[in-house]
């Protein structure tokens, strides 16, 4: 009886202790320049330096959700910490820096791509200073860089390049919390 109690005891203060530790912030990087943006670059960010799939899920949009063509039947969005930041924004405009990444899936649940965008600085004020980027599930770069088709379908959104959300409305029912 005396050890199932000392075991109770003992559990209850490692439970304490974990419990008082203090959240772990993401990683704040320096913003890319248009000099050394590259797919392979971003990629070593989001999986190496840190790993994007802790970041938070865009609010109010968490999970699994319904995409649509080319982003494959269900896709998860994440962004980084200065997007969540800058929003909401009268504006409507990302701030440089700004990530916004999607796991995109096949009907059937499998992972088929991640792309992605990132605000860049002065890297191609025609489209917004968007660097547009599309993965296979194992990293490899399929393409990247200033992809027409990606500003193209994004450009009508009249919310800087970004059609999930318009950015001067505020989050609602976020907790900050990735699920």
Known sequence: MM?????IIGLSALALLLACQPVKKLAVFPD?????ISGAA???RITTESNYQQ????PAHSGLQ???SPHGRYHKVFINEKLLAAVPNAARM?????LCLKENYSA???LLSITGMVKVADYNPQAGDWFWVMYAPNGKVGVEGKIAMCSNCHAGSNNDYITIWKLDKP????TGKKE
Do not use: D, R, V
Request: aromatic fraction near 18%; proline fraction near 6%; glycine fraction near 10%.
């Open 3 to 7: 050890k199932q109690i000392k075991k």
């Open 32 to 36: 890319f320049t248009k000099e050394n």
């Open 42 to 44: 971003l990629w070593q």
């Open 55 to 58: 970041y938070p899920m865009w």
């Open 66 to 68: 319904l995409g649509m």
């Open 94 to 98: 990302a701030p440089n820096g700004a």
């Open 108 to 110: 059937s649940n499998e």
């Open 171 to 174: 989050f609602t029912g976020f």
